[in-house]
């Protein structure tokens, strides 16, 4: 047997139905649910509306079920649709599917969840498609809006990443041969006379955390498709427990700990899972925690793009009990946590990136341009960790709000409109843009030259700039844009230097409001007083931004 750090490593098993791969999960399930406090801890102690009543041994009769009011013991699964057709629950169907689903009916995926349930005995499990009814708005949008405290109240979640859709099977199937462990032998110099002696090491190749940028899209090789999806980051970082079955091995993560089935861990691996033990933290620090959040959501992808903040509506649920209810606007937090939330920014929007890092505004309508979700991309905020204690707002909210057709439902959901309206200092500027090639530059009102980062590609509208919703956009052009300084921070009282930040301003084009804005990007600029043209410079005037 091979040692990994002084430990043995576990025979490599080519299939995840294997004895030594269900021991494994088995191992990990006892030891979680038995001596780790965190995992078995309930904040809303619940079912979810329905389920489906499988049983704990195979040939038991399925069917969906409305929950009882006593806690069942259920599993959830995650999976990728991806363009299959298969079984769904409809208004059409539902009576039917209460009486009876036949196993001949469901995708493989489903069944071999399924079997998984029965060797753990655990007779209930909600898969998304049966358990919400499909093509009705409002059961959606309530079930959408729990759906985050139905995979934290799940005994495991079976977690298919290597499935790009429910017909592709993941339990009774090879692993990737690539990813098994080989013997090496090498030869080793030892002694002063360089003495050589065979020796053999035992290596594995492991998947990794890859990036191919298409639109600003974040691809991931070696784990499989559901990594990529935005729904299924929500569903694995609330779970208490999740199952991870990749071409290459099973990998358990909990609240507690993150193991992957051979027991070598890696930190990078937890770049890509790892999700529910930093959410459990965030009390710690509920504001970076929210900004790790979207910066991984954010960069996943969705079939419908409506659905980008109802696909986070569980997380910010999390965040909004830690962050003592703070008020919730399109993915950004009101009171103390507003102007420091507004300083968002795309790494690549900037100095350090390149062009071809930023994209379009997102069309359809998703949240308003202050809002991270209006963008697509790498999501940051602009001011840096040791000087977040020491922020300094200089903008006064009037007002802040978002249209939520189905608030009563989902108060995190789906947005229509958003209106933002502050007072503050605005200061006017030259924008100078070559093209989407190519980062704006402003020239202020001292005369130098500043870059900033943009949010996304950018067009000219006669004498004032606005987001692009093409990549056909216009451009070189000159025109005059305005600054608003949202606030400064420095690393602490004695350092000299005083770091402003602004947000980019170009007219929102509605014709009788010259106070209406649009954001286009977002500036730091350094200064070594805070008397200087950044702070008393411009003119102090109530604005509105959508």
């Keep these: 047997m091979p040692l990994v750090d002084g430990s043995i490593v576990p025979k490599w098993s080519s299939c995840h139905n294997s004895p030594s791969s269900l021991d494994f999960i088995g191992t990990q399930l006892e030891e979680c649910s038995t001596s780790h406090e965190l995992c078995n801890e309930s904040r809303h102690p619940g079912n979810p509306t329905r389920l489906l009543s499988i049983g704990s041994t195979p040939g038991h009769p399925i069917k969906l079920i409305e929950s009882p009011k006593e806690k069942l013991k259920y599993a959830a699964l995650s999976y990728c649709w991806g363009d299959a057709k298969f079984i769904r629950t409809l208004r059409s169907n539902l009576a039917s599917h209460e009486k009876d689903i036949p196993p001949t009916d469901l995708p493989i995926v489903f069944l071999e969840a ?26 959606w949008e309530i079930e959408s809006g729990r759906m985050g405290s139905y995979y934290s109240n799940a005994f495991f979640t079976i977690s ?31 002694g002063e006379g360089g003495d ?42 609330l779970s208490s427990r999740t199952i991870y079955f990749c071409h290459s091995q099973i990998w358990w993560e909990c609240k507690t700990h993150f193991m992957p089935e051979n027991r070598t861990e890696f930190a990078f691996w937890e770049e890509t899972f790892g999700q529910s033990r930093a959410l459990a933290l965030a009390a710690r620090d509920p504001f970076s925690a929210w900004v790790e959040v979207i910066a991984e959501y954010n960069l996943r992808s969705l079939t419908q793009e409506t659905d980008r903040l109802p696909g986070i509506s ?38 350090f990136g390149t062009p071809k890092d930023i994209t379009t505004q997102r069309i359809p309508y998703i949240a308003p341009t202050w809002s991270w979700a209006s963008v697509r991309g790498d999501i940051d905020i602009l001011v840096r ?105 420095r690393d602490n009282s004695q350092d000299p230097w005083y770091t402003f930040y602004v947000l980019v301003l170009g007219s929102a084009g509605i014709e009788g409001e010259d106070k209406t804005y649009c954001r286009l990007g977002i500036g730091d600029f350094n200064d070594v007083s805070l008397d200087s043209n950044w702070a008393t410079g411009g003119s102090e005037k109530t604005i509105v931004i959508i």
Excluded at 418 to 431: C, K, N, P
């Design 385 to 489: 960790p040791e000087r977040k204690r020491n922020f300094v707002s200089l903008i006064k909210v009037e007002k802040i709000s978002t249209d939520v057709p189905y608030r009563d439902l989902n108060p995190f959901g789906q947005v229509t409109g958003g209106r933002l309206q502050v007072t503050g200092r605005v200061i006017e500027t030259e924008l100078k843009y070559e093209g989407k090639d190519s980062f704006p530059v402003v020239k202020h009102g001292d005369g130098g030259k500043r870059d900033i980062y943009t949010d996304c590609v950018l067009a000219c509208d006669g004498s004032s700039a606005r987001r692009a919703t093409s990549l056909d956009c216009d451009g070189p052009f000159v025109c005059k844009s305005d600054f608003l300084v949202v606030g400064y921070s």
């Design 160 to 190: 298919v990443t290597s499935s790009r859709n429910p017909d592709i099977p993941f339990l009774n199937v090879e692993k990737d041969k690539k990813y098994g462990l080989r013997l090496f032998p090498i030869r080793s110099l030892e």
């Design 114 to 139: 399924i079997s998984l349930c029965h060797r753990f005995k655990v007779p209930f499990i909600w898969i998304d498609c049966l358990c919400i009814i499909q093509a009705d708005k409002d059961d």
């Design 196 to 237: 050589t002696k065979k020796k053999a090491i035992y290596a594995q190749l492991c998947p990794h955390w890859g990036s191919k940028q298409e639109g600003n899209l974040k691809t991931t090789y070696g784990y499989g498709p559901l990594t990529s999806r935005a729904w299924t980051w929500q569903e694995s970082a």
């Design 314 to 351: 569980g997380a910010a649920e999390r965040i909004q009990e830690l962050m003592g209810g703070a008020d919730y606007y399109a993915g950004i937090w009101g009171g103390e946590y507003l102007a420091l939330g507004l300083c968002w920014y795309i790494p690549g929007g900037g100095l």
